[in-house]
């Protein structure tokens, strides 16, 4: 069974940083490209970032470009999203994603999401 | 970027209604368009791919067609467990965009 499981979210000030994991077992993560996705309390879904199945291609929406970083530990099964210069418009839950296809690149659409983490950005 | 765009934001419909939800992207996409079906609290979950491919465990009441800009999902007798919010999402090049939602509402 696919499990996707996110982790690292919280209260922040802005200006600051959080690092998000997500563990994943139930699949052959090197071979899966894998995305983040957020959601604004009470908004839709936006598409924040995807890295390839080995780490070489990433991809980031121009929304948060520069301030977050995407990354993956395949010994690990772990993907990571480094976030820092935190804004309010960053409050969102952030879903770990996994791409359909074992395929090279970054990815199409998604067949499994994780249960989401909840990261504030307030002072 | 592909802007996709849903029509109705709302819909309220009854028990045993068939529903159409529609898509339309700013530019041509093929059909590299999946839907996704979403309840509160809940991550989203894939209903369909490639346009008008059903995933596997999802009923055969749920169905998609389209290529190019317009696309449809149809619901067609909708169940007490469909109320829900449904989301388009391309997928013929990046930015990775969703449409704003489609919220299903009980009539």
């Known amino acids: 069974e696919v499990q996707l499981v996110e982790s690292g979210g919280g209260l922040v000030q802005p200006g600051g940083s959080l690092r998000l994991s997500c563990s994943a077992s139930?699949?052959?993560?090197?071979?899966?490209?894998m995305h983040w996705v957020r959601q604004a309390p009470g908004k839709g879904l936006e598409y924040v970032s995807a890295i390839s199945s080995n780490g070489g291609s990433t991809y980031y929406a121009d929304s948060v470009k520069g301030r977050f970083t995407i990354s993956r530990d395949n010994s690990k099964n772990t993907l990571y999203l480094q976030m820092s210069s935190l804004r309010a418009e960053d409050t969102a839950v952030y879903y770990c994603?996994?791409?359909?296809?074992?395929?090279?690149?970054?990815?199409?659409?998604?067949?499994?999401w994780g249960q989401g983490t909840l990261v504030t950005v307030s002072s | 970027d592909i802007q996709m765009t849903q029509s109705p934001s709302t819909l309220s419909a009854s028990v045993g209604d068939r529903v159409t939800i529609t898509c339309r992207a700013s530019q041509s996409i093929s059909s590299w368009l999946a839907w996704y079906q979403q309840k509160p609290g809940k991550a989203p979950k894939l209903l369909i791919y490639?346009?008008?491919s059903l995933e596997s465990g999802v009923p055969s009441r749920f169905s998609g067609s389209g290529s190019g800009t317009e696309f449809t999902l149809t619901i067609s007798s909708l169940q007490p467990d469909d109320f829900a919010t449904y989301y388009c999402?391309?997928?013929?090049?990046?930015?990775?965009?969703f449409g704003q939602g489609t919220k299903v509402e009980i009539k």
């Open positions: 139930g699949f052959t993560f090197s071979s899966y490209a």
């Open positions: 999402q391309q997928y013929n090049s990046y930015p990775l965009t």
């Open positions: 490639k346009a008008s």
């Open positions: 994603v996994k791409d359909r296809a074992a395929v090279a690149g970054l990815g199409t659409y998604f067949d499994y």
